[in-house]
């Protein structure tokens, strides 16, 4: 018997009390990669069902062909592009062939300018030269997302597109203003280049190494596979990308690979430090933009904890950061991500991280967003095995006329998967405003699956908005999964508390917002970065 | 709210004599057979002193409010000052204007202790809510002064830094603030009111500890939440800790020994009774007389539809336990 529901209703609120929910009143369901889409999408897809109205419907979700399980990574022949489909579509966005977007044709054919082609390379493949065959690829057919494609529906992109987009310089400039001192193992990586000068790699463990893939090293025998080969075989191979990951993957100067062999524990965590130094005043319009582009490669049984860091330099200065972070997690391998952005309120910054996990493997995410004016997170995560382990704990934060976004996508195939997320949001300005999209896919071989999911707002300003949308799409019969959202204000009876104790009502909303986003910061696995995040947080929150 | 002009006749009954510390209830102007009730139970009632509280046997001092009636003259044997003086206090629950207090007249003076019980739904919780400024509920009418202040002026933050503390029935979880940071903060306010310097969390943690090992609770407690997956017993243990910790000079306890076994009530009992002295004052809201053995009383009120209907001693707690409400109503 297969019971399965998709839910697909937003609940939209703002902090006048008011709750919108919208129904597709006939959900069309498309069976396509991470599709599930309402009104409107016309997706290119087998088949295409529409049910008559159902409250929380029992959809059948029929595969018109099933997915097979993934087998491992390692065997590239299994391609997904090749179960019959049609060229790579972006799901989501129409794609109708033949149409290009002028405007993301221009922006691709400057960001092809801007490099050196063919990408420097000692090595008879590139893996740079793959992606960005792939994404121009994909970048004709695809047109820069507005309001009415369901993905980018609360989310407005529009001050990016109005600005003028232009690559930023290589190799990086003025980065003596940033006063970057490389202190912690890591590389920074400034304007999307990494830079070797201000980046310390002393205290690796054997074996594993992290820097550019074209100072990777090559392997004696040929036996052995050599990490840029290892790299090459598994580099974009991603289906469910959108604009801005083809964006990325044309634009991008080199590829950052951190990479662990098989059995090896990284103790220290390797820190990644993204600085934009080139950057437009108020007003001008001018928008450079830098594409870092990061793969990592966990082998089996290897373990390493890596922290993304987004600072914002000095000043409020206009850019866009677009990076993405591919990760493979091999079989009984540890991944913990902490990713902390904390850019200029006046940036753009939309980040993809796509996750593979397989077998037994476990990948951890911790996630603050306090920073850029629009700031978007996209997440895939697909599994490729049994039993793995995916925890998610997100903070955003909105503290002035700030939109955060975290789409993310959990892709379930295989049995016995255990996933918590959690997603808090704190909108503490009226024009402020926060988007939550949460899939949890567990398909038809994910049995026994143990999947939850709970976003909780807190709204702190009148006309302040949070849109969010938990969703969970279940094809398998034996399972245990869960979602529930809440958004509201600081409650009354707490604060009553605190005054009957004397505490002020100003102190105790500050101590009461504080903890609502502590239970997150709690999660980062590392405390100086704990600390700093605190302070930061509190800062923010309280700007006496 | 206007404090009410004149002082109401202090029960002026001619059988108060000096050497009977009287009860300080307010009847209300009209009633005087209510006036002829209780001056018949003053003459019945034994004299009790409170073995737990230390009294200084002398006469009476004046009360504090202007404009007292000639013929009231505050009953000699008393002297503490006056501490809560509340008169005919009327109130509704702000939403549905549904009236809960209708004319409730106390005063307590400093080292009192007074019981209040009644019926389910006479107005006891909300009475004490109403007084430390709950916002579900809204004063029509009447006056609450506490130390010579109008609490109807005042924030709740206010009434909690001039000394009026209450012990909440139910009292509400703050998952995300630990006990230990709470209580620091409360402290601090008091700290700073009174122009005292601040503890940080170090000092306090030194302060802190004596008064956990009182309560019989372990040191671990101070990092948990605040009231995060406690029990009731452990919640009530935790009101009275925040007592010990911040001090008051009115505690007014809702039902304190609801949810509390034998001893974690005699623990209870004996923190309270350590927190007593001839400054400040208790009032207890309990519907069981075994709490009114370990904290002896010396008023006892009954309340009942909103209004404090009978006044008395610990005779009055040993009539409800034989008859209920009813064998008091009727007498």
Redesign the interface.
Known sequence: MISCAAHCCWARSTALGRVHQWDSDKLKVSIEDGGGGSSGAETVAHKVHTFPPLSMAALAFIHHNPIPPRPSLLSPKFKRKHISRIPPIQSSLTPQFGFSDPLVLQLAETLEDSLPSPPPSSLQFSPLQKIRDTSSETLLSTHWPSLKDEPFRFTDTSFIKNSDIYPTSQPPQSLDSLKIIPSELGLTIVDGHIVDSLSNLGSLPDGVYVGSLLNAPLSESDSDKSIPKKVNELVGEFDWGDLFWSINGLGTPDLAVIYVPAGCRVEEPIHLRYYSAEGGNEGSGKLPVSNPRVFVLVEEGGEVSVVEEFCSGDGDKCYWANPVLEVVIGEGARFRHSYVQSQSTRAAHIKWTSVRQESASSYQLVEISTGGRLSRHNLHIQQLGPETETEISTLHLSVSKQTQDLHSILVLDHPRGYSRQLHKCIVAHSEGQAVFDGTVQVNRYAQQTDAGQLTRSLLLEPRATVNVKPNLQIIADDVKCSHGAAISDL????L??????????E?ARK??V???G??VIAQLPHPSIRKKIETQIKGMLDPR | MAVSASLHSHGASPLLSSSFPSSRPKPSPSSTTYLYVLSKLRAVRPLRLCPSLRFSSTAVKATTLSAIDPSTTSPPGKDGKLLLEVKDLTAVIAETKQEILKGVNLTVYEGEVHAIMGKNGSGKSTFSKVL????DYEVTGGSMVFKGENLLDM???ER??AGLF?S?QT???????SNA??LN??YN??RR?LNQPELGPLEFYAYVCPKLNDLKMSVDFLNRN?NEGFSGGERKRNEIL?LAV?GADLAILDEIDSGLDIDALQDVARAVNGLLTAKNSVLMITHYQRLLEFIKPTYIHVMENGKIVKTGDISIAKALEKGGYKAIAER
């Open positions: 409650e009354e009876s707490q009553f508390y605190f005054q009957a104790r004397g505490i002020d009502l102190t101590a009461l504080f903890s609502f502590a239970e | 430390v400024g709950h916002p924030e709740p933050e909690s830094l209450m909440f009292p509400v979880e703050i998952p995300g603030v940071d709470f903060m409360a306010a008091r009111k605040v925040q911040i």
